[in-house]
């Protein structure tokens, strides 16, 4: 089996490179990374910031690659006051900064697809690995837009409308290329930053990825089971 790791940033993906993961492509700045060979073949995409570069980012691994399945992986913020480096299980993403309504679509409507929520179609996978490696984490929507979220009246203004547990800038764009080109997908996440805390707000981006491609990559260990009939 195929898995390709979709990171935005490269402190994101230092801890693979520091193991041993090694540079083999490039295109477009589109870093691509070999990471395991056995028991399954692991690539990581270093993509970029936002989504535009995640969509280009996933759509030309899925042509080139041929993934049997696309992990998001990467920190986020949470609209629950939890630790940091609280691990995320992604049940499906919306758009946050998608707004047509002046043409009468709902908010949040992505055009062509015609769809609001985009699935994150191996969710259930993803729990149940998680579950049999006893590693906790919280599963729930998440709201992805081309804003680095911060305890703002936007913010509020998400958490109202959209009701997610946690917003990034990349992963509604990955499930969105991920559905129209029929490759599973699982977003896997980290809580950086709590955007309605305790009033001193702060963004760890160590902590959050202090343990994140440990997990992953024992994921990926146990997906054996796993097929894109799954």
Known sequence: ?????????????????????????????????RVAEYPHEVIAVAGGVGKVNAAMAAQFTILKYAPDLMIDVGVAGCFENVEIG????????VQHDVDTTAVGDPIGLVST?????????????????????????????????????????RAEWIRSTFKPLFCDMEGGAIAQVC?????PVMAIKSVSDCLFGDGNYQFNFPKAMENLNETVMQMIQNLDHFSKDA
């Not at 935005?8 to 295109?27: C, D, H, R, T, V």
């Not at 191996?122 to 305890?151: C, E, H, S, V």
């Open 1 to 33: 089996m195929k898995i390709a790791l979709y990171y935005a940033m490269p402190g994101e993906i230092a801890s693979l490179i520091a193991q041993g993961a090694k540079l083999f492509n490039e295109y477009a700045g589109i870093k691509v990374y």
């Open 86 to 93: 609280t691990l995320l299980n992604a049940q499906a993403f």
């Open 113 to 153: 697809v015609n769809c609001v929520e985009f699935p994150v179609s191996a969710f259930d996978i993803a729990g149940k690995t998680l579950d049999k490696l006893g590693i906790p984490y919280r599963q729930g929507l998440g709201a992805t837009g081309d804003w680095f979220a911060t305890g703002t009246e």
């Open 179 to 183: 559905y129209r080109n029929q490759v």
